[in-house]
């Protein structure tokens, strides 16, 4: 499992926890996400994401 984060605001998305709120089940790789999601915090596309080392 992945963290990514979003370049504009920082929001994290940990595959492992997933977005329950916004429908994506714990265990959603980011590779599952559909394209049209956007970040929680500031609706960035999945294209303003990184990748975090851990």
Request: net charge negative; proline share 6%; glycine share 12%.
């Amino acid at each position: 499992m992945k963290t990514w984060m979003c370049t504009v605001c920082g929001w994290i998305y940990d595959e492992e926890k997933g977005d329950v709120e916004h429908g994506l089940a714990p265990g959603t790789r980011w590779e599952d996400v559909p394209d049209d999601w956007v970040c929680p915090e500031c609706g960035e596309g999945k294209e303003a994401f990184e990748m975090m080392e851990i």
